[in-house]
């Protein structure tokens, strides 16, 4: 409504975001907040092994540094940027949503950066001085140190945020308290947090013994002990993680029919749920037997058979996010606004007047004859652009026509008695939130895209249209009229 | 009438209707003192990748730059992560502060916008590449200059990026006549900032290898044989003097291409201070590099002090502008944003006195509310005698007929989907009054 609309017409808006948070969480989980105490854990066992004359045993130590390279290029490369990405993209597709946010969460998020500060600062010390560190046995434990609080300060910041995370989620408790603090006592908060924490350490595992069969070559003897120790600690944070995946599966359906928006019992979520215990349970199974082998018979393990499992641990990592995004949904913010960006309580207004009246940027404000089509235009990327594209991902046309019948012309009476009632029966969906005139335009559009496949670019390239009853001259009038009426 | 014309392209938009979440003058010291923080890091990350380039290129002839550029890239990593983090904080901050502002220009220059986050990584990546691979291409000079000087060349562009945003924000008139990134760029003012911010990040690159390279734990004996630490200091101390001279060139540029709506003695103050402050640290750097070496680093903590008041000068002076030009504007956005939520309510209220039950339809009988319910719920996919989206009613009444218990646990939960129609979603919404209500209309259709 009042800022320039960017949009993605084939790639789909969501996507952009889910995209770049999906790989933001696979690092931050699999080779941060898991990985990190797994090389930590490592290069202790390799002071333990070595001999009384040596300070840490050489080769494996150089094996835990190699891999710890890789952590570290990618996390403060490809992971620092795409957590600062999820920022960039939020703004850009959704900016009412995550300025509301910022607004409330600013302490949160401040808290949350200080923290962050620290663990860049504490990886640095850690990779950076790794080698000066194993002059002596002193200094070497004293890394070893930095290391198990690298791997604190990781989880404090995944905890912080999935704080945030549960608080975005939970409709009730933003309207009357504008607190952090709900999103710790949030329900499926501890079940969540509890869930993630193994998750990440299995993940972090899987990565490692990849990393081991590329860094070392077959029949080396520190392979066979490295892919021995990854599977121990598969094997060990395993059982937690299957015990945490069934907290957590039994607490979210409970705490969501009380919290959480009306998409819960919907037939799609069901589905995704239903996918994530297959998911889950096919993942771990995997990760459980080739730990089983390569502790059993770490000579025959090699390369591809631990691509497999470690593939699927990160996509029951993408799994889950999408399963939590889904529980938003029709909210961007629980109860306050919609995944459109509208306010739920301002929705009277839009009914009563039009939502193009009050909309910053549109071509047209009020719908006429001649006008139909691109009034239909603005209301549709007013109303739908955040999450449909005219004829790419999740298109609204391609929607339409699986409802209606692939081949058939899409009929604008039939659509302009189903749009006003969609929310009803798709729950997952916020309510139209034009009047009369807009919804028939919008259906108009609608059957035009079909027939003409008419792309629709975003402010980003067509720029804007300042609608006349919002710009300067039109509050002048109203700031000129109200001291008129004040001086009668 | 030109003027009539211009405004009325000059968008109100709405603010966000929550209160800041700190008065606004912490959130503005907030934002002044975590920015330039942020930017001290980004000067010493494009600064060194610079000086970088340099030493290597001059390397080829003379081997021991090319230690020496080893020895500068290694500072390049670290001072790189500490930009991104500490670019966090300022970000969250102008979010707060300028929300309106600042995604307006973000979503009108969009796909470069979100270029900087695939960018930033390359070009990251890249000096990681540089870095490690220094032994690996030691026969391959050609491939391995070319690594970094790609990376230079990609931190050179990404704050134009941020430049043009931050300009943009400022000037809402110019908004609607903005296509793309490119149209934004060239707005007056982006390049004399750019070139301003170049010279800063050469300044602050050389006083920080000064202090770098002087070290007392620095063993610059052991790393180098021809070069010595004082040449080495002198010559980096002199980049940080030549910048800052260059600085009071560039300077007034910027100062004559500001649009003047954002112009005020305050800021002319805030600018001149800065500016005054600067011309002692730059004397002492004149009197360190020609004087004696061994009182080369007499007056250092003064000369960094100096210029760290003289950035905190400029920063506010920067703040300044930004206020003074969007002054006027914010106050009619805080208009516009009243007169906004008065119509909201208004129209809320008017909704809660309108809705009384409307006058029962009694053409339908004793099935009015059982009707209501199918109109709302289900009569867009459902019509009485054909299909629409899902089967028509009569044929629901036929298989349901005197089982409405099933009828009724079919809409809470649909079973599974039909050939040749989509998945009917549920209904668990609906009270079990109302199912009943419901069940008795549809079944009583024939």
């Known amino acids: ?488 | 009438m030109m003027k009539i014309l211009l405004q009325a392209g000059v968008p109100v938009p709405k603010d966000i209707p929550l209160p800041l979440p700190l008065p606004e003058w912490v959130l503005v010291v907030l934002l002044i003192v975590s920015f330039l923080m942020h930017l001290v890091f980004v000067n010493l990350m494009l600064g060194g990748s610079v000086l970088t380039l340099w030493a290597q290129l001059k390397g080829r002839k003379e081997k021991e730059y090319d230690v020496l550029a080893h020895e500068i890239a290694k500072t390049i990593t670290v001072n790189k992560s500490l930009a991104v983090v500490l670019g966090v904080a300022p970000l969250l901050s102008i979010n707060a502060l300028y929300t309106i502002y600042f995604y307006s220009a973000n979503a009108l220059t969009g796909m470069m916008w979100i270029a900087i986050i695939p960018l930033v990584t390359f070009a990251f990546l890249l000096t990681y590449l540089h870095k490690f691979m220094w032994e690996k291409l030691e026969h391959n000079k050609a491939l391995h200059i070319s690594i970094l000087a790609l990376a230079v060349a990609t931190f050179l562009f990404i704050p134009l990026i941020f430049l043009t945003n931050i300009n943009l924000m400022l000037f809402p008139e110019k908004w609607g006549t903005i296509r793309g990134f490119m149209s934004a760029l060239t707005l007056p003012n982006v390049f004399p900032r750019y070139l301003h911010f170049l010279c800063a990040s050469m300044a602050v690159t050389g006083l920080f290898l000064f202090w770098y390279f002087g070290r007392r734990k620095y063993p610059f004996e052991e790393r180098f044989s021809r070069l010595t630490r004082y040449d080495v200091r002198k010559s980096v101390y002199t980049l940080t003097l030549g910048a800052s001279v260059f600085q009071f060139m560039i300077g007034p540029l910027v100062l004559i291409t500001l649009p003047s709506k954002g112009i005020g003695w305050n800021l002319l103050i805030m600018i001149l201070a800065g500016a005054a402050i600067a011309l002692p640290a730059m004397y002492r750097i004149w009197k360190a590099i020609t004087g004696p070496p061994e009182e080369m680093d007499r007056h250092f903590g003064k000369v960094v002090l100096a210029m760290t008041l003289t950035v905190l000068f400029m920063g506010s002076g920067r703040q300044v502008y930004r206020a003074n030009a969007l002054g006027p504007h914010q106050k009619l956005v805080a208009v516009k944003t009243a007169a906004f939520e008065k119509l909201s309510v208004a129209a809320r209220n008017n909704l809660a006195s309108e809705e009384e039950p409307p006058a029962a339809d009694s053409s339908q009988g004793p099935y009015t509310k059982g009707a209501r319910i199918f109109q709302t719920n289900c009569s867009t996919c459902h019509k009485p005698n054909e299909k629409l989206v899902g089967p028509p009613v009569t044929e629901m009444a036929s298989i349901y007929r005197g089982q409405a218990p099933g009828l009724k646990s079919w809409i809470k939960a649909p079973g599974k989907k039909r050939e040749g129609y989509p998945q009917m979603p549920g209904f668990p919404q609906l009270t079990d009054d109302q199912l009943n209500e419901l069940a008795a209309y549809i079944l009583s259709i024939k």
């Open chain 1, 1 to 488: 409504m009042d800022f320039p609309l960017f949009h993605l017409d084939w790639l789909n808006n969501r996507l952009l975001i889910a995209m770049i948070a999906i790989i933001h969480v696979f690092i931050n989980h699999g080779l941060a907040v898991g990985f990190m105490p797994y090389i930590t854990w490592l290069e202790q066992k390799g002071v333990k092994m070595s001999a009384p004359d040596q300070i840490t045993d050489p080769v494996w130590d150089d094996l835990i540094y190699r891999k710890m390279t890789v952590a570290f290029i990618i996390t403060t490369t490809i992971g620092a940027m795409t957590g600062v990405g999820i920022w960039f993209s939020a703004a850009l597709i959704s900016p009412a949503s995550i300025g509301s946010l910022i607004r409330v969460f600013y302490f949160a998020w401040f808290a949350e950066w200080t923290v962050f500060v620290t663990e860049v600062v504490l990886i640095l010390i850690y990779f950076l001085t790794w080698k000066s560190a194993n002059r002596t046995l002193r200094s070497k434990l004293r890394h070893i140190r930095f290391g198990w609080f690298l791997s604190l300060f990781s989880w404090i910041t995944m905890a912080i945020i999935v704080s945030i995370l549960g608080f975005m989620m939970d409709p009730g408790n933003w309207k009357t308290h504008h607190s952090l603090l709900n999103g710790f006592t949030n329900p499926i908060y501890l079940p969540q947090l509890f869930f993630r924490t193994p998750a990440a350490m299995v993940t972090g595992g899987i990565f490692g013994m990849l990393l081991t069969t590329i860094f070392t070559r077959r029949g080396m003897p520190a392979r066979e002990v490295a892919l021995r120790s990854a599977a121990k600690w598969i094997l060990y944070w395993a059982p937690v993680c299957l015990l945490a995946a069934c907290i957590y599966y039994k607490a979210m359906p409970e705490a969501m029919r009380e919290n959480m928006s009306t998409a819960v019992g919907t037939m799609e979520f069901a589905q995704y749920y239903d996918l994530l215990r297959y998911i889950i349970g096919g993942a771990l199974s995997m990760l459980v037997l080739i730990s089983a082998w390569a502790w059993w018979k770490p000579r025959s393990v090699r390369f591809a058979f631990v691509l497999v499992p470690c593939i699927a641990a990160f996509g029951f990592l993408g799994i889950f996010e999408r399963v939590r995004e889904f529980i938003r949904k029709p909210y961007v913010i629980g109860g306050y606004m919609y995944s459109n960006l509208l306010r739920e309580e301002d929705y009277p207004l839009y009914k009563q007047d039009g939502i193009l009246k009050h909309a910053t940027y549109t071509s047209i404000s009020e719908v006429t004859a001649d006008n139909k089509l691109e009034a239909g235009r603005n209301v549709f990327l007013l109303s739908c652009s955040r999450c449909h594209t005219t004829n790419g991902v999740n298109s609204i046309v391609e929607v339409f026509e699986r409802m209606y019948g692939k081949d058939k012309p899409l009929d604008e009476a039939s659509m302009t008695g189903y749009i006003p009632n969609m929310h009803m029966g798709r729950t997952y969906m916020p309510p139209f939130p034009g009047n009369r005139k807009e919804l028939e335009a919008l259906a108009a559009y609608i059957r035009h895209l079909q027939v003409s496949r008419q792309p629709l670019e975003g402010a980003q390239t067509e720029g804007i249209i300042v609608n006349k009853l919002n710009n300067v001259q039109a509050v002048e009038n109203m700031i000129l009229e109200e001291e008129k009426q004040q001086t009668k």
